[in-house]
C-alpha cells in the first residue's frame, strides 16, 4: 500500500485527475475510455481496488456549421437544445503494480427540445435515459514505478459492449399524416447507447518537470466497426435530399488532452491543460454510410483536486475555444448528387462540468519501496 498521502497525491494530479470525457456537442455524446484515464485511478499496487463515479454534465445550444457560428439559431429561437447527464460507475483493479484492468457501466439522463422534429410549429422536449454502453479493459505502465518515478508511459487495450439501447423512443409531436404525434427513435445525440462492439486504444504519459510541476498528456481513440444499427432518423422526411440519413450510423470517437498540474498543498491540487474532442467524419475500419453528425471541440481544462487519505474528489470544468461540424460524408453525397454546397450544422456546449468521486481499497501487503517514497518527501 501506498504509505504516504502525499506521494500518492502527486501522481493522482498528473493526469488532471478525470477520465477523459467527450466535450458537450450534439456530435460528441458522453463517452470515456475503457480503462479510465485517470492516473490516480490506475496507479495501483497489487491487489489493490479502487472505486468511484463520474458525473458529467453539458448544455448544447450553439450552433455551428464547420467553424461559423450561426447566432440567428439563437436570435430566431430555433436552436437545438440539449441536456445531457452522465454517471460512470467504475471499478480498477490493481493485477500487479503496473497491470491494472478497470470495468466502467455508464447512465445517462438526457432531454432534447426542438422545433424542426416537431412540425416546426411549436417546440417540444424528448427524453432518454437508462444503462449506456459498459467498458472494460486493460493497462500496463511500460516502466517499473520504483525506477523511474518521475515518469511513466500507460498503454491500455479496452471494448465498448453494446448495452445501451440504440433505439429509445419518444414522442414527437405534429409529425403524423394529417398532424398527429408519433412515436419515433429521438435523436441520435441523446440515444443511450450506438448499437455496436467498440475496441478502444488509450494512453496515458506524466512527467516531472519541476518541484510540485508535471507535465501530463493522455488519449483514446473509440474504433466502431459497424457502419449503421439499423435504427430510422426520419431525416428523409425532412426533406427528401436527406435519403441517405435515414438510418443511424454508429462513429468512431476520439479524444487528446495534455497539460501541467500543480501541486498546492499534501490535500489541494490545480491543473491547467487543452484538450480535443472529436467524432471524425469517417471511421479507421468500416464504412461510413449513415447518419451522423461529426464535430471537434478544442477546449481550455483547468482543474482542482482535494485528496485525504484514500479519498478524493475532482473538479474540471473544459471551456471551449473552438467548435466545427465538418461537412459529412452524406454531405459530400448530397453536394456531389445535387451540385448544389451541403454542409449540415451542430450545436455545441460552451462548457461541460466534470465531477468525480473515488475510493481505494489498499492492499495492506503492498508496500511502496523507501528509495520512491523519499524522491516525493
Known sequence: ??????????????????????????????????????????????????????????????HFRGTEEEPDRLANNTEVINHSHAWDFFATYGISKRVYTSITIPTVINTRSSLYEHGRDERNVTFSRGLADIRFGFGYWLFDMEKSPNGNLALGLGVKLPTGDYNASDIFYNVGPNGEPQTRPVDQSIQPGDGGFGVTLDFQL?????????????????????????????????????????????????SLRGGLSY?????FSSSLGARFDCVPVKDLIGGNEGFRRPGNVLSIDPGLSFMKSNFSINLNVPFAVRRERPQSFTDMQTEKLTGSPRNGDAAFSDYVINLGVTYRFSN?????????EDTFK
Do not use: W
Open 1 to 62: 500500500m501506498f504509505k504516504r498521502p502525499y506521494f500518492i497525491l502527486l501522481l493522482f494530479l498528473v493526469l488532471s485527475i478525470n477520465s477523459i470525457k467527450a466535450q458537450g456537442c450534439v456530435a460528441i455524446r458522453h463517452f470515456s475510455s475503457c480503462v479510465g484515464s485517470s492516473l490516480e485511478n490506475n496507479l495501483l499496487g497489487t491487489g489493490d481496488l479502487q472505486i468511484g463515479v463520474n458525473y458529467r454534465y453539458f448544455k448544447s445550444f450553439r
Open 206 to 254: 506524466y512527467q516531472k518537470i519541476a518541484t510540485d510541476f508535471f507535465g501530463y498528456a493522455s488519449g483514446f481513440y473509440l474504433i466502431n466497426p459497424r457502419e449503421t444499427n439499423g435504427v430510422r432518423t426520419f431525416r428523409e422526411t425532412l426533406s427528401p435530399i436527406l435519403e441517405n440519413e435515414a438510418i443511424m450510423a454508429v462513429p468512431d470517437q476520439y
Open 263 to 267: 501541486t498546492i498543498s499534501p490535500t
Open 364 to 372: 495492506n501487503k503492498v508496500k511502496l519501496s523507501p528509495e520512491l
